[in-house]
C-alpha cells in the first residue's frame, strides 16, 4: 500500500508534532482532536502548545495545504492514535485508564477501509492493541483487511521535533504483516531504525524504558533524602560518583512527573503486583520525595514566620513536571504548589513558560523576588540558572530542590 492520507487522532504534545512532521514529508495529513481552540488554532497555521520548532512546521505544513484540523475523523489510508492514556487514582494500585484509546478506536470505525493502517502510538499497557482490533471487529470492520500495530514515541519534550526523526522506533504489529507494512510507513519518516515484532512486546518495551528512567531517578532522590540527613551536598558527591567508569547516577529532583515516566510503571505493577515489587518502590520513593519537599517548605515557613511575626510570602519557581517546557502534567511541581495552597499558605508561582494558571498566583521572576519570604527551587529552568539569579536565590537562602545553586 502507498499511503497518501493520514488521519491523526489527539492533537496534543505528541499528535501534533507527528501530523506536521507527517506532513512535511509530503503526505496529505487531517489532524482531529474534541478541543476546537485547538483545531482553531491549528488551522490558523499556529500552535497551542510549546514545543521547539514546532510552530515552523505546523505553520508550512498548514500554509502549503498539507495539513488540515478536525474535530471528528476523516477517511485515510493510515490512521495513527494519540491520545491520553491516564491511570485511575484510588484505594491499591493505580489502574491504566484506557478508554481514550479505545474511544478513538471506535471513532474511526466508520472511515477504515480495507488496506489501512491503524497504529497506537499512545503509552498502553500489555494488551491494549489487540484490544483495538476488538473494538474494530465489533464495529464490523474486517479487520483481517487492514493492519494494526503499536508504535510508541521514544521523544523527549524540548526535543521532539528531532527526536521524532533520529530516535529509533519499535513497530509491534498483531501480525507480521502488519509490522512490516506499518514499519514500512515509518521508514519514509524516520532515519533512525525501524525495529519489527510484535504488539505485546513493543507495548512492553515502552513501559520498560520508562521504568528504568523511575527507577534511577529513584536512586537519586533516595541519595538525595540520605545525604539530607547528613548534611551531605548531594550533588556534589553525584558529581564525584560519576568519575567512577562505571557509575551515571542521574540528578535528583522535587519528585517525577510528566505523562510517562510518572505514570507507566503503574501499568506494569497493575498487571503482575506480585513481580513488580522493585518498580513499585521506585514509584513509591519518587512520591514521596514530592512529601518530603513539601514537608522542608513547612519547616521553613515556620521559622520564617518566628523571625517576622506575620505570614511569610511563599514563592515557587516552576510549575512545569521538567525544564523549559510548558508541559504540566503530573508535574511534581504543581503538586507541592497545590498542597501548599490548600493548607493556606500565601504562594506566588513563577512559571516561564505558561501565561496563567487557575490554581496559582503567577508573577514574573522578578517581582516574585521581591516578594519573597521563602523561595522554593523545584525545576531548574534556564532562567532560573543564570548567574544573577543564582546570586539573588543565595542572598534569599534559598531552598534548592533541583540543583540550581549546586
Same mark, same amino acid.
Given at each position: 500500500m502507498v499511503a497518501k492520507t493520514v488521519c491523526v487522532i489527539g492533537l496534543g504534545y505528541i499528535g501534533l508534532p507527528t501530523a506536521a512532521l507527517v506532513a512535511s514529508n509530503g503526505y496529505d495529513v487531517v489532524g482531529v482532536d474534541l478541543n476546537h481552540y485547538a483545531v482553531e488554532t491549528i488551522n490558523k497555521g499556529k500552535i497551542h502548545i510549546v514545543e521547539p520548532d514546532l510552530d515552523a512546521f505546523v505553520r508550512s505544513a498548514v500554509s502549503a495545504g498539507k495539513l488540515k484540523a478536525f474535530n471528528e475523523p476523516q477517511f485515510a489510508d493510515v490512521f495513527i492514535i494519540c491520545v491520553p492514556t491516564p491511570f485511575q487514582e484510588g484505594e491499591g494500585t493505580p489502574q491504566p485508564n484506557i478508554d481514550y484509546v479505545l474511544a478513538a478506536a471506535g471513532a474511526i470505525a466508520d472511515f477504515v477501509r480495507p488496506g489501512n493502517l491503524v497504529i497506537l502510538e499512545s503509552t498502553s499497557p500489555v494488551g491494549t492493541t489487540e484490544k483495538i482490533s476488538e473494538v474494530l471487529g465489533v464495529a464490523g470492520v474486517d479487520i483481517t483487511k487492514i493492519s494494526i500495530a503499536y508504535c510508541p514515541e521514544r521523544v523527549l519534550p524540548g526535543k521532539i521535533m528531532a527526536e521524532l526523526v533520529e530516535n529509533d522506533r519499535v513497530v509491534g504489529g498483531l501480525t507480521p504483516e502488519a =509490522?512490516?507494512?506499518?514499519?514500512?510507513?515509518?521508514?519514509?519518516?524516520? #532515519? /533512525?531504525?525501524?525495529?519489527?515484532?510484535?504488539?505485546?512486546?513493543?507495548?512492553?518495551? +515502552?513501559?520498560?524504558?520508562?521504568c528504568f528512567r523511575d527507577v534511577n531517578i529513584a536512586f537519586a532522590n533516595e541519595l538525595s533524602l540520605i545525604c539530607a540527613k547528613d548534611g551531605i551536598n548531594v550533588w556534589n558527591l553525584i558529581q564525584l560518583a560519576n568519575r567512577h567508569p562505571r557509575v551515571n547516577i542521574l540528578q535528583p529532583g522535587a519528585g517525577v512527573g510528566g505523562h510517562c515516566i510518572a505514570v507507566d510503571p503503574w501499568f506494569i505493577v497493575a498487571r503482575d503486583p506480585e513481580n513488580a515489587q522493585l518498580i513499585r518502590a521506585a514509584r513509591e520513593v519518587n512520591n514521596f520525595k514530592t512529601s518530603w $519537599? *513539601?514537608?522542608?517548605? +513547612?519547616?521553613?515557613?515556620?521559622?520564617?514566620?518566628?523571625?517576622? /511575626?506575620?505570614?511569610?510570602?511563599?514563592?515557587?519557581? /516552576?510549575? !512545569?513536571?521538567?525544564?523549559? *517546557?510548558?508541559?504540566?502534567?503530573?508535574?511534581?511541581?504543581? @503538586? &507541592? =504548589?497545590? !498542597?501548599?495552597?490548600? /493548607?493556606?499558605?500565601? $504562594?506566588? !508561582?513563577?512559571?516561564? %513558560? &505558561?501565561? %496563567? #494558571?487557575?490554581?496559582? @498566583?503567577?508573577?514574573?521572576?522578578?517581582?516574585?523576588?521581591?516578594? =519573597?519570604?521563602?523561595? !522554593?527551587?523545584? $525545576? +531548574? #529552568? @534556564?532562567?532560573?540558572?543564570?548567574?544573577?539569579?543564582? +546570586?539573588?536565590?543565595?542572598?534569599?537562602?534559598?531552598?534548592?530542590?533541583?540543583?540550581?545553586?549546586?
Open positions: =509490522a512490516k507494512l506499518v514499519a514500512d510507513f515509518y521508514r519514509t519518516f524516520v #532515519h /533512525g531504525e525501524v525495529l519489527e515484532t510484535e504488539s505485546r512486546t513493543a507495548e512492553m518495551c +515502552k513501559l520498560t524504558e520508562n $519537599v *513539601i514537608d522542608q517548605i +513547612k519547616v521553613s515557613v515556620a521559622d520564617a514566620y518566628g523571625r517576622l /511575626g506575620r505570614k511569610p510570602q511563599v514563592v515557587c519557581l /516552576g510549575l !512545569a513536571f521538567k525544564p523549559d *517546557i510548558d508541559d504540566l502534567r503530573e508535574s511534581a511541581a504543581v @503538586r &507541592i =504548589a497545590e !498542597a501548599l495552597v490548600s /493548607g493556606g499558605y500565601d $504562594v506566588i !508561582a513563577v512559571e516561564p %513558560n &505558561i501565561n %496563567n #494558571h487557575e490554581s496559582f @498566583r503567577l508573577a514574573t521572576l522578578d517581582d516574585a523576588l521581591q516578594e =519573597a519570604d521563602v523561595v !522554593a527551587v523545584l $525545576v +531548574k #529552568h @534556564r532562567q532560573f540558572a543564570t548567574d544573577s539569579v543564582r +546570586k539573588k536565590l543565595q542572598a534569599l537562602e534559598a531552598l534548592d530542590f533541583c540543583g540550581v545553586l549546586a
